[in-house]
Nanobody
Framework: QLQAFGGGLVQAGGFLRLSCATSGHSFSRYAIGWFRQAPGKEREVVAAIHRGGGTYYADSVKGRFTISRDNGKKMVYLQMNSLKSEDAAVYSC????????????????????WGQGTQVTVSS
């Protein structure tokens, strides 16, 4: 199971750190992805991190967002800096069991386990 939290209201230019908490014994085998969906828009990938540590970022967040993981705590974080109004959305985390030499999944339909999202609101 996964649970995303840490969302809230922030001014444009501000920052937030989202957390994705997981349970179970398989966390170290997971790739974790962060996705977001704004009203009237399709869900899109924001960032993803492989079990081996490799990362992926959507072009829209490169240089502003950082994804990281703590295998001991079974947590994944999304540090979001320089937030823009267009970053406002419901953010969700998802997991997929991957082999160490496998590619990092970046599409929503590749992920198996999903948690409830957390709302991020950016005021201008």
């Amino acid at each position: 199971q996964l649970q995303a939290f840490g969302g809230g209201l922030v001014q444009a230019g501000g920052f937030l750190r989202l957390s994705c908490a997981t349970s179970g014994h398989s966390f170290s085998r997971y790739a974790i992805g962060w996705f977001r969906q704004a009203p009237g828009k399709e869900r899109e990938v924001v960032a993803a991190i492989h079990r081996g540590g490799g990362t992926y970022y959507a072009d829209s967040v490169k240089g502003r967002f950082t994804i990281s993981r703590d295998n001991g705590k079974k947590m994944v974080y999304l540090q979001m800096n320089s937030l823009k109004s267009e970053d406002a959305a419901v953010y969700s985390c998802a997991a997929k069991d991957v082999i160490l030499s496998g590619t990092l999944p970046t599409r929503a339909d590749e992920y198996v386990y999903w948690g409830q999202g957390t709302q991020v609101t950016v005021s201008s």
